[in-house]
Structures are given as structure tokens and as C-alpha cells.
């Protein structure tokens, strides 16, 4: 099992091959860079915590287009080619899992980073929650 640090946390990869599965443990406040996948279907399960995935357009990434908050039980799939960065709101656990439509090797150099990851300072409203 490959681990590896993070700006935004650690990922743990447990399963490589035609579909590749990893664990991510996130800290509240980071975020991945902007990036797409040219063959890779991207997939977030969140165990705990709390992320949004945003996805973008135009050519210099100046645009939401959607913005998707999940929760812990929740999922999305980001379909290859799509701009999108993951935002951690609430710290916990991720399940990212990565495939092909036509089951050959989900390869993690299949990855264009528009962006870099960092961590922000997570902003509470004056009741003490995190923003959604």
C-alpha cells in the first residue's frame, strides 16, 4: 500500500489496476488543484467530514459551473475531461476511485493540474459552524 502526504491531508492507496481505489484523509480548509483527467472517471464517497466538488469551464478555469456538497454516505462521479477541484469543508475520510469506460488501466499519470492544492484557513460563522 503506496501512502502519500498532501498539502490538504494524506492519501493511502489501496487497489491498483483497471479501477484504483484510494483513501483520502482530509483536513478541513484544504483543497486540490484544478485539474481533469483526459480517460479517468473520478469518484468521491465520503465516509466522514464534509467536501464540495466543483466543476469549471472556460479556457482558464474562471467559471463554476456547479458546485456539489457531500456530506458523509454521499457520492459524485466526475466524468473525464471535466475541470474540478475537491474542496474539504469539514475534516474526515474519503473514498476516491478511478476507471475507464473501456476497463483498460486507470493510469494516475492521467491527470492535467490547471492549479496547485493548498489549505486555507477554514472560516466559521459566528454561531461556530463551517460555511456550506
Known amino acids: 500500500m503506496l501512502e502519500e502526504e498532501k498539502v490538504w491531508g494524506r492519501v493511502r492507496h489501496i487497489f491498483d489496476?483497471?479501477?484504483?481505489?484510494s483513501i483520502l484523509s482530509v483536513n478541513a480548509g484544504g483543497f486540490s488543484s484544478v485539474h481533469r483527467h483526459v480517460r479517468r472517471f473520478n469518484h468521491f464517497?465520503?465516509?466522514?467530514?464534509?467536501?464540495?466538488?466543483?466543476?469549471?469551464?472556460?479556457?482558464?478555469?474562471?467559471?463554476?459551473?456547479?458546485?456539489?456538497?457531500?456530506?458523509s454516505?454521499?457520492?459524485y462521479t466526475v466524468r473525464p475531461g471535466v475541470l474540478h477541484k475537491f474542496e474539504c469543508v469539514k475534516?474526515?475520510?474519503?473514498?476516491?476511485?478511478?476507471?475507464t469506460e473501456d476497463g483498460s488501466p486507470a493510469e494516475q499519470e492521467d491527470i492535467e493540474r490547471l492549479t496547485v492544492s493548498g489549505m486555507t484557513e477554514p472560516v466559521l460563522h459566528s454561531t461556530g459552524a463551517f460555511p456550506e
Open 91 to 99: 475534516s474526515g475520510q474519503v473514498v476516491e476511485t478511478y476507471w
Open 17 to 21: 489496476g483497471p479501477i484504483q481505489v
Open 73 to 75: 454516505g454521499d457520492s
Open 45 to 71: 464517497l465520503v465516509v466522514s467530514g464534509m467536501i464540495r466538488v466543483r466543476l469549471y469551464s472556460g479556457s482558464n478555469h474562471d467559471h463554476v459551473t456547479m458546485t456539489h456538497k457531500l456530506y
